[in-house]
């Protein structure tokens, strides 16, 4: 199965697949509401509006993976988000990102890209400096980890969850694969 042949459903509860975007190049974020890194929804939706017309789809799978940081029911994230950041791009129903239930799509997506793109220890270094315990290898970190999907549905790189939107390593590998065909 390809990662576009996956069943997720909009925030609003519609059947949705990613095939739904195939021929675009893909940012899988999974987001939380109540996090330190939650202002990265600003600079995701500049980003989405920046770059929408060049071929970009910027997803976003809400997880309460981590120490509760998206507590709210679907409808209450999709309001915080157009009403706190103005988020246009798609959102998705809340998943789950780590451990034995993690839905299909994040499944793919680590055995895919096991690891970050540029390393993620410092990272992984604050969140144990604050007693957090961390997954193991190929685990998602953290609320906002980022996967870039080219055009023909292959993931082509993983970004640490504080690689910001705007970092010149995310997009350098954006601005390739929106070129790539």
Request: proline share 7%.
């Amino acid at each position: 199965m390809s990662l576009y042949d996956i069943p997720v459903n909009k925030i609003d509860g519609a059947p949705a697949k990613l095939g739904d975007y195939a021929g675009k190049v893909l940012l899988v974020v999974n987001v939380a509401s109540k996090c330190g890194l939650t202002p990265q929804y600003e600079g995701l939706e500049k980003l989405y509006a920046d770059r929408k017309g060049d071929g970009l789809e910027i997803l976003g799978f809400p997880a309460n993976d981590f120490r509760g940081q998206e507590p709210g029911t679907n409808e209450e994230i999709a309001t915080f988000c157009s009403a706190t950041y103005g988020v246009d791009f798609p959102l998705f129903q809340k998943i789950v990102v780590t451990g034995p239930e993690k839905h299909p799509l994040y499944q793919a997506l680590t055995a895919s890209r096991p690891q970050t793109d540029g390393g993620d220890s410092a990272m992984r270094t604050r969140l144990e400096g604050f007693g957090i315990q961390t997954g193991g290898p190929g685990e998602v970190l953290w609320n906002f980890e980022k996967f870039l999907i080219g055009r023909d549905g292959a993931v082509v790189a993983r970004f640490s969850p504080d690689t910001t939107p705007d970092d010149p390593r995310l997009t350098a590998a954006l601005d390739a694969a929106l070129k790539a065909n």
